[in-house]
């Protein structure tokens, strides 16, 4: 799965309406910049390759008074609210994705309901101890990562892994479970995209052709 992919849907989202520089400014505040590949240029050619797929919607709007070319503003159709959703849903339950897929799944859990995104950690929990029951059947982690000589390590590496995972995904529900934080259907939605003209304080400033567009 991309993250760039879950990234732009959800700003595109959480906007209603935007162009591509606003989407870009969304992610650096975000710091996606820094711990993802949302990089402008994959931004606008993950917008372009999403409204050919009819996931958004590109509406092109007159250039300003001020002049330069007009500007193409994306709306998230139904089908990309629709592949939005099952993004989120995939990675909240898949425990081997990267972290920045990881990273963007939790950003957007609130878009879900509570009682459905408790059950997809849970289900993240037991794939988990699946993984981590197939993993010692041939490594004996109390004997200890010598007994396979140094490849033990990476065993052992997957169970300490695994053993995080689960221990942080538990947490979490309990914390869910327990009234932390706005989801889905409970009231004002989050919202943490930046206003029209606000100023970011994490731009990156660097320049890029499809700013403009």
Known sequence: MSAIRLLVLGAVRQHG??????????????????WSNAKPGSIYHALKQMAKQGLLHAHEIAPSTAGGPPRTEYEITEQGTEEFLRLVREALV???????????AIGFMVDLPR????????????????????????????????????????????????????????????????GAYTFAGEGEPFVGVLAEGEENPYATRERHPGDLG
């Open 115 to 178: 009682a459905e995104t408790v059950s997809l950690l849970k289900e993240r929990i037991r794939r988990s101890e699946e993984w981590r029951s197939a993993v010692t059947e041939h490594y004996v982690p109390e004997e200890g990562p010598g007994q396979l000589g140094h490849i033990g390590e990476i065993m052992n590496l997957w169970v300490h892994t695994a053993d995080a995972e689960a221990a942080w995904t538990q947490g979490l529900i309990e914390r869910i479970e327990g």
């Open 17 to 34: 309406r935007a162009h591509g520089y606003q989407v870009r400014n969304d992610l650096e505040y975000w710091g996606a910049h820094e």
């Open 94 to 104: 898949s425990y081997d994705q990267k972290m920045d897929v990881k990273s963007a």
